[in-house]
Each structure stands twice: as C-alpha cells, then as structure tokens.
C-alpha cells in the first residue's frame, strides 16, 4: 500500500523564480492538503484540494497556488520566490476533506537564496 | 498562524528515563493530536486524545487532556535513543476544520 509521496525531495531556487511541487496522496484517498515548515517551527496549513477545487485555505497569499488532477495528485504553484519561502514543504491525504486523520508524505525541501 | 504553543523547546534526557513534553491551545478543540518529526522530514501520527477524553496510553506513549486549562501532555516512558526527534501537537477543531500545530519540542536521548 503506498504511502504519500512528493517530488522533488529538495530543490534550490532564486529570488523571483517560480516552484512547482508535486504529491501523490494514499492510495485510497481522495484530498491532499499542504503545509509550509519553516526551520524550527511547525507546519502552517497552507490549503486543501478535493474534487479539484481549493476547499480551504490557510493564510498564505496568493502567490501560493494549487492545482488537483483527476487521479487526486496535486501541485503546489509559488510564484515570486521570497527568501522567506524557503521551508520544508508537506503534503498530507485523506479520503474526503476536513477529516482529523491524514497521512503525511516525506515532504520537499525548498531554499530560495 | 500557529495557535499551539509547547515546552520545553528542547529536551535532552538519558536513555531510559522518561520524557513529559507539554502543549497549550487556544481554542475550542475536537481533538488533539501528537506526532513525531526525524530530522526535518514527514510527520508521523502518534496518538490522538479528544476534547470528551481525560487521558490515553499507546506502548510507551501516555497523553492526558486538560480542557479546562487548555492543555495536553505528552509522556514517553523508558525512553530510547530511537526517540530522538520533535514532537508537534495538532489540534483539530470543528470551526477550523483543519490541523493547526504547535511549535514542537526537540527531544534528544542520550545512549
């Protein structure tokens, strides 16, 4: 059964560039969420996708983007990379949203210098 | 924002003593959750405590809920140097419909 994954595993961007992250949720589930960790602190939900549309949302700016595929993958957008983007960056799955219990993938580790 | 706070920061024990770690809310919760985080990577689930529960055992885990005061904690008993990680509490309420973490606590055991 597999776990949630994410691609890349790190990444090294600049200032002003744009990042496109990846998650492939639980088989079996249906939602995937996404969280931003900044070094030393916990993670800060950032928003949630199911059915392809944005069920949620953290308060992140509009910078931060997602996006949802039919087979429930989904990508996370940031465009205009500020220095204090870099962070770990976390997926979770569920089967349907707003669920207590989610599963976290490995996450991606983004420094913007 | 974050809405949990915990402590200590940091907490270094030897190998085989036990570990308290404690979490406060600020909020109305339908449950609180503990989870394990090794050098910066995913985050694995402990254990979940809710808001009508006073306190729960898993293994070596024991977590006790204080709604009144708005507090969990998080004991690990005979603790191993496979221990060593940080440990977020989440609260999950109704209202937010979502986990919100606390900062965490690194915890490291000495062999």
């Known amino acids: 059964d597999a776990g949630v994954t994410q691609s890349p595993t790190h990444l090294i961007k600049t200032r002003g560039q744009q990042v496109t992250l990846r998650c492939s949720p639980k088989s079996g589930h249906d939602t995937v969420s996404w969280y931003q960790q900044a070094l030393g602190q916990g993670p800060q939900f950032i928003f949630q996708y199911y059915e392809e549309e944005e069920r949620q949302r953290g308060n992140f700016p509009d910078r931060f983007s997602g996006h949802q595929f039919p087979n429930y993958s989904s990508e996370l957008n940031v465009n205009a990379l500020l220095l204090g983007d870099s962070a770990l960056y976390l997926c979770a799955s569920s089967f349907r949203p707003y669920q207590e219990t989610q599963y976290f993938g490995p996450g991606t580790r983004l420094l913007v210098l | 924002s974050q809405q949990g706070e915990e402590d200590p920061q940091a907490l270094s024990i030897q190998e085989g003593e036990n570990a308290t770690m404690n979490c406060s809310y600020k909020t109305s919760i339908n ?17 979940l405590i809710r808001s009508n529960e006073r306190e729960k055992h898993s293994g070596r885990l024991r977590v006790t809920l204080d709604t009144s005061k708005k507090s969990s904690s998080l004991l690990i008993t005979a603790s191993r140097a496979a221990d060593t990680a940080s440990y977020f509490c989440a609260d999950f309420s109704g209202s937010a419909r979502q986990l919100t973490f606390g900062s965490g606590t690194q915890l490291t055991v000495l062999p």
Do not use: A, E, P
Not at chain 2, 40 to 45: N, T
């Open chain 2, 31 to 47: 449950n609180l959750q503990w989870y394990r985080q090794n050098s910066g990577r995913g985050l694995v689930h402990l254990i």
